[in-house]
């Protein structure tokens, strides 16, 4: 187990994250006070969505080139330059410039979602769960520095709101460039290889197992996507909620989403990956539910809350089921083919929420989610009694015996 690439990659994921919820926190809010119509407040979210989208295969291509330290660095001063960008469009009050500003964030963010592969490499096969897990951790403290930046940092510099909030986010990627230069190389999986050869792409995605493991990052992604990012529009433009208030939503709801991988690991290992990934399906539902039922404070702090918990069992369950489906041969290929249509996903349901939320309203986008997590709930028992899980059970059990 190589400690020194688990301990990079929590702090690394500690800055990323509190980078990103900066920009969720912050995106529609800003954006709907540099755009006449309010319906396009969430483009620069959306934007940067479909930037992650559009960038997960050539960042697959680049580190396979380059390798994962190289690549991750060079991301991390994207984003560097990305909120140097942001200053610039909030003190020319330009919506196009933040847009921009926010398609160089999801060039980087495109790398950021690939720290759990890197942690997936860096250990022995049966603790893939807890690695994949650990790394995610690091979100917690993105969770309390996230919302204080977005806060906080609004009056630092006087002339230019949220200015200093983005420059301290430089300072921090900046630092993250630099952490990422002392990554070691990934650990050979070879005692699990037992096929050598590449199967083809075809091959590896018509696996009934890939399929779920991809539809759970993909539902659980874009689901978790659209309500997020329609969350501090209905609170707080729409309600009328304080920004102070609808930042601890957000708080909650990332603490939700990242504080589970403290057990997420161990769950898979005694329960099963499926079983867990069934599981964050009902979280999910549960937040439909609990936002069907009104628009009080707790109304949405117990749905983003159970938004996260769903979200982190499916994302970290079919990040480990997806790792059951390649060797490291092919993993750069299986990886690219996932984050393309998870992203994809997201970035449609990113460029959804403003419109969903301006045209039908709250209630509306709390029912979409529904039909689609009966779908994938019916798919994971499907897959229950696959033979490659119970064949990577028996060889994680021959392995410690």
Same mark, same amino acid.
């Given at each position: 187990?190589?400690?020194?690439?688990?301990?990079?990659?929590?702090?690394?994921?500690?800055?990323?994250?509190?980078?990103?919820?900066?920009?969720?926190? !912050?995106?529609?809010?800003?954006?709907?006070?540099?755009?006449?119509?309010?319906?396009?407040?969430?483009?620069? !979210?959306?934007?940067?969505?479909?930037?992650?989208?559009?960038?997960?295969?050539?960042?697959?291509?680049?580190?396979?080139?380059?390798?994962?330290?190289?690549?991750?660095?060079?991301?991390?001063?994207?984003?560097?330059?990305?909120?140097?960008?942001?200053?610039?469009?909030?003190?020319?009050?330009?919506?196009?410039?933040?847009?921009?500003?926010?398609?160089?964030?999801?060039?980087?963010?495109?790398? +950021?979602q690939q720290y759990r592969y890197a942690a997936a490499e860096s250990?022995?096969?049966?603790?893939?769960?807890?690695?994949?897990?650990?790394?995610?951790?690091?979100?917690i403290g993105g969770a309390f520095a996230g919302p204080e930046l977005?806060?906080?940092?609004?009056?630092?510099?006087?002339?230019?709101?949220?200015?200093?909030?983005?420059?301290?986010?430089?300072?921090?990627?900046?630092?993250?460039?630099?952490?990422?230069?002392?990554?070691?190389?990934?650990?050979?999986?070879?005692?699990?290889?037992?096929?050598?050869?590449?199967?083809? !792409?075809?091959?590896?995605?018509?696996?009934?197992?890939?399929?779920?493991?991809?539809?759970?990052?993909?539902?659980?992604?874009?689901?978790?996507?659209?309500?997020?990012?329609? +969350?501090?529009?209905?609170?707080?433009?729409?309600?009328?909620?304080?920004?102070?208030?609808?930042?601890?939503?957000?708080?909650?709801?990332?603490?939700?989403?990242?504080?589970?991988?403290?057990?997420?690991?161990?769950?898979?290992?005694?329960?099963?990956?499926?079983?867990?990934?069934?599981?964050?399906?009902?979280?999910?539902?549960?937040?439909?539910?609990?936002?069907?039922?009104?628009?009080?404070?707790?109304?949405?702090?117990?749905?983003?809350?159970?938004?996260?918990?769903?979200?982190?069992?499916?994302?970290?369950?079919?990040?480990?089921?997806?790792?059951?489906?390649?060797?490291?041969?092919?993993?750069?290929?299986?990886?690219?083919?996932?984050?393309?249509?998870?992203?994809? +996903?997201?970035?449609?349901?990113?460029?959804?929420?403003?419109?969903?939320?301006?045209?039908?309203?709250?209630? +509306?986008?709390?029912?979409?989610?529904?039909?689609?997590?009966?779908?994938?709930?019916?798919a994971l028992v499907a897959v229950r009694k696959d033979p490659l899980?119970?064949?990577?059970?028996?060889?994680?059990?021959?392995?410690?015996?």
């Amino acid at each position: 187990m190589q400690v020194r690439n688990l301990i990079i990659l929590v702090v690394c994921q500690l800055i990323s994250a509190t980078g990103s919820i900066v920009m969720v926190t !912050l995106g529609g809010i800003i954006g709907s006070t540099l755009v006449a119509n309010k319906a396009f407040s969430t483009l620069p !979210l959306s934007m940067m969505v479909v930037a992650v989208a559009a960038t997960t295969i050539p960042a697959t291509v680049i580190m396979r080139r380059i390798g994962r330290r190289k690549g991750f660095a060079m991301s991390s001063l994207c984003a560097a330059a990305a909120v140097l960008v942001a200053v610039l469009a909030l003190s020319q009050s330009s919506f196009a410039l933040f847009v921009l500003a926010a398609m160089m964030f999801g060039v980087n963010m495109a790398f +950021t979602q690939q720290y759990r592969y890197a942690a997936a490499e860096s250990v022995a096969p049966r603790y893939v769960a807890r690695a994949v897990s650990f790394v995610l951790i690091g979100s917690i403290g993105g969770a309390f520095a996230g919302p204080e930046l977005a806060t906080r940092g609004q009056y630092w510099i006087e002339s230019i709101p949220f200015a200093g909030t983005m420059f301290a986010l430089c300072a921090l990627f900046l630092l993250q460039s630099v952490l990422f230069l002392f990554l070691g190389a990934a650990r050979e999986h070879t005692e699990f290889e037992g096929q050598v050869s590449e199967r083809s !792409l075809g091959e590896l995605v018509r696996q009934p197992l890939f399929v779920v493991a991809v539809l759970g990052g993909t539902v659980g992604f874009g689901l978790m996507t659209l309500v997020m990012t329609a +969350t501090p529009l209905s609170m707080h433009i729409n309600d009328g909620y304080s920004l102070e208030a609808t930042a601890s939503v957000i708080r909650a709801h990332v603490l939700g989403m990242y504080v589970p991988s403290l057990v997420a690991g161990f769950l898979i290992e005694k329960l099963g990956v499926t079983r867990l990934m069934f599981i964050g399906a009902l979280g999910l539902l549960a937040t439909s539910i609990i936002g069907l039922q009104g628009h009080s404070f707790m109304h949405y702090w117990w749905g983003l809350v159970l938004l996260g918990v769903g979200w982190n069992f499916l994302y970290v369950g079919g990040t480990t089921l997806l790792t059951y489906t390649y060797t490291m041969t092919e993993r750069f290929r299986a990886q690219a083919v996932n984050e393309f249509l998870v992203f994809g +996903t997201s970035a449609t349901a990113s460029l959804l929420a403003g419109t969903v939320m301006h045209f039908f309203g709250w209630r +509306t986008l709390m029912l979409v989610p529904i039909p689609i997590l009966v779908a994938i709930c019916i798919a994971l028992v499907a897959v229950r009694k696959d033979p490659l899980l119970e064949r990577r059970a028996a060889l994680i059990q021959e392995s410690e015996s």
